[in-house]
């Protein structure tokens, strides 16, 4: 007999061979209905598996978050069928799982349309309907490559040889139809339901490789149900709506073009935005005793042998040769730029925590088709920050910044924050010993600082573990923005140290932090977050005065000057054309106040102010209407400053 435990803590004694599917039905007639999977020693599996030996597990339902990556799994398999009844002689590649979906590369000779895509999915829903039970079966190499290559499916031999040697060949049949997959699948491709969506197609070199052929690629989403479908369009829709790049044109905040790839040209009202933040950030970063410096861009590239970035990190790095013959590097980090300054002078435990930071411009070869609007460029600014300090304060120091960190997303608008724990990667530096003082030290902090997280597996830096922080916007989407790393490496690599109580010379401990992470990717994130609605305070331009008449012009340049006098970014329009144009076209670049001027305000010293998204007015006097914008312009930090203390 082999014992079965499961999630409750109850164990039960079976027969060595039973299966998941047993089980279930051995609990209960509706959990047999429901289940679609089960989880074995916590790894998804195959309710058909036979179970052998003492083993934990888990039934997973279709309603269990478990069971999303398993209906898109199958609605890819599904899809592909579909496509070979509706198409023959077209070869299935491969068809992964993604975020919020899945898709599918063919090869044929023509490639798919969006047209294509409704007659696909209603055979799909066809498919579904027959309820055609998953099986697996192993085969042999030989047999797996004599099947698929009498069927002309030479894409899955070439898949065949990739697979090791020692691992088994794993065939799914639905049905007649069979394709090579590690699985695990559902019970019957009914269980994939109808909640899905065939989204676009696009076209996709085999294996990424763009000297191999070019596939057609059709993606698709699922869900477990209609209502969660709808609302994952409707976020699409949203996000159209809310793109950075649309808004970035409608608000004139910044362009890209051609001759420089992956690079912004800031406009005034961009750059505007920009510095604000970094004003912000300045302010908060000197109240905490960060000291700020600037280091250069440009260095050579035996100190990034020296850091380890150089076999990291080569590839992707912009280099230069100069006339003497020396290789110089543009900086992809700020990092081994900051462990110079804090070697330049001897330094002892009193000088410790020593926290530098700077806003660093800093340089990444990404590849063409990588390129994202302000999401993924070649060069972006660093909110970049390093704390030099004894391993003894670290818990501290890691506890101050999370208070910081949270604070400040909250001043953004971000209320749903989230922490990932990343620990060692496949390729780093330095040896598990380190690691493992690292990330002990990391852990120790994020739960004093009593933060829930949840752990990304291999996702650190390649010289220590980080916590990354995800923030959840408007429409639900999650960014990753800020981190904080502890490094027991590059301090040592790089031949920084200071003195401590006994006079030795000990390497400090370096710790990496970054609060928007890329200051061009915050913007973009924040332009999607507000659909460009900022509050006052982050807004580039907060007040557009207008006339109604010309009459008004001499009162309206006066109205302008004294909401510049008191520090609003204020602009003006004097055009001769009618009023509601200009409402329409300044709403369009989301000015969050107009301040209308005519002949009655000009004769009472008033002004009428409208509001971005409002289709009223309020009149009030000059003085009262600049008193209003300059409280409500004040940034947070700044408010939360002139108030008085409890």
């Not at 499961?6 to 279930?24: C, H, L, M, N, V």
């Not at 898949?159 to 040697?165: G, M, N, S, V, Y």
């Not at 752990?455 to 916007?473: I, Q, S």
């Not at 005065?545 to 510049?564: C, F, G």
Request: with cysteine; aromatic share 10%; proline share 4%.
């Amino acid at each position: 007999m082999i014992d079965i435990s499961f999630p409750d803590g109850s164990k039960r004694q079976f027969e060595p061979g039973i299966t998941g599917a047993e089980i279930a039905l051995g609990i209960s007639k509706s959990l047999s209905k429901k289940s679609v999977a089960m989880k074995l020693d916590g790894v998804l599996t195959d309710l058909g598996q036979s179970i052998l030996k003492d083993a934990t597990v888990q039934i997973v339902t279709r309603t269990d978050d478990a069971a999303l990556e398993l209906i898109r799994h199958d609605c890819a398999h599904v899809l592909a069928e579909a496509v070979q009844e509706l198409f023959p002689g077209t070869q299935v590649t491969i068809g992964p799982v993604i975020d919020d979906g899945f898709y599918y590369d063919f090869a044929r000779d023509e490639a798919f349309t969006t047209e294509d895509l409704p007659r696909i999915e209603e055979k799909m829903r066809e498919i579904i309907v027959r309820n055609a039970a998953f099986t697996k079966e192993i085969w042999s190499r030989e047999q797996t490559a004599n099947y698929f290559r009498e069927k002309g499916e030479h894409y899955k031999v070439e898949l065949l040889d990739a697979i090791p040697e020692d691992q088994d060949v794993n065939i799914y049949a639905q049905g007649d139809w069979k394709d090579l997959c590690r699985g695990p699948h559902m019970v019957s491709t009914g269980q994939v339901g109808t909640s899905f969506k065939l989204m676009k197609v696009a076209g996709a070199y085999w294996r990424g490789d763009s000297n191999n052929a070019m596939l057609s690629r059709i993606y698709g989403t699922a869900w477990n149900s209609d209502k969660d479908l709808k609302a994952y369009i409707f976020r699409l829709e949203e996000a159209e709506k809310r793109d950075h790049r649309r808004l970035g044109r409608e608000m004139d905040l910044f362009h890209f073009q051609d001759e420089a790839p992956g690079s912004i040209f800031w406009h005034h009202k961009g750059w505007t935005l920009f510095q604000t933040l970094i004003d912000y950030m300045r302010r908060r970063q000197l109240s905490w005793g960060y000291q700020e410096v600037n280091s250069p861009d440009m260095m050579e590239r035996s100190l990034w042998e020296q850091s380890g970035h150089w076999e990291k990190f080569g590839e992707n790095m912009f280099t230069t040769v100069t006339p003497d013959e020396r290789v110089f590097c543009c900086k992809p980090m700020n990092c081994p730029g900051h462990v110079q300054i804090f070697k330049n002078g001897l330094k002892s435990y009193r000088d410790l925590p020593l926290k530098i930071a700077e806003f660093g411009k800093v340089h990444r070869y990404e590849p063409s088709g990588a390129l994202h609007g302000m999401m993924r460029v070649r060069h972006f600014t660093q909110d970049d920050a390093h704390i030099f300090s004894t391993e003894e304060q670290v818990t501290d120091v890691c506890v101050d910044m999370n208070t910081q960190l949270m604070s400040i997303y909250k001043d953004f608008g971000f209320e749903d924050v989230r922490i990932k724990f990343s620990d060692r990667p496949e390729k780093r530096v330095g040896s598990d010993e380190v690691w493992d003082a690292s990330e002990a030290a990391l852990k120790t902090a994020v739960e004093a600082a009593g933060q829930d997280y949840e752990l990304n597996p291999g996702e650190g830096a390649f010289y220590g573990p980080k916590l990354e922080y995800v923030l959840r916007d408007a429409i639900g989407r999650d960014w990753q923005c800020g981190t904080v790393q502890v490094d027991l490496n590059l301090p040592g690599r790089l031949g920084a140290f200071y003195i401590n109580t006994r006079g030795e010379k000990v390497a400090p401990v370096m710790i990496h932090r970054a609060l928007f992470g890329s200051v061009e990717r915050f913007c973009g994130i924040l332009i999607e977050h507000y659909a460009g609605h900022f509050p006052l305070w982050l807004s580039p331009l907060q007040a557009m005065v207008t006339t109604i008449t010309s009459d008004a012009n001499d009162y309206a340049r006066e109205v302008q000057q004294k909401l510049a006098k008191a520090g609003l970014r204020t602009d003006i329009d004097l055009r001769n054309e009618k009023i509601n144009y200009k409402v329409r076209e300044h709403s369009l670049a989301k000015v969050p106040a107009l301040i209308v001027c005519g002949a009655r305000e000009a004769e009472e010293g008033t002004v009428s102010i409208r509001r971005l998204g409002s289709k009223h007015s309020k009149s009030m006097s000059l003085d009262e209407a600049i008193t209003s914008l300059c409280e409500e312009a004040m940034a947070p930090d700044i408010r939360r400053a002139m108030q008085p203390a409890d």
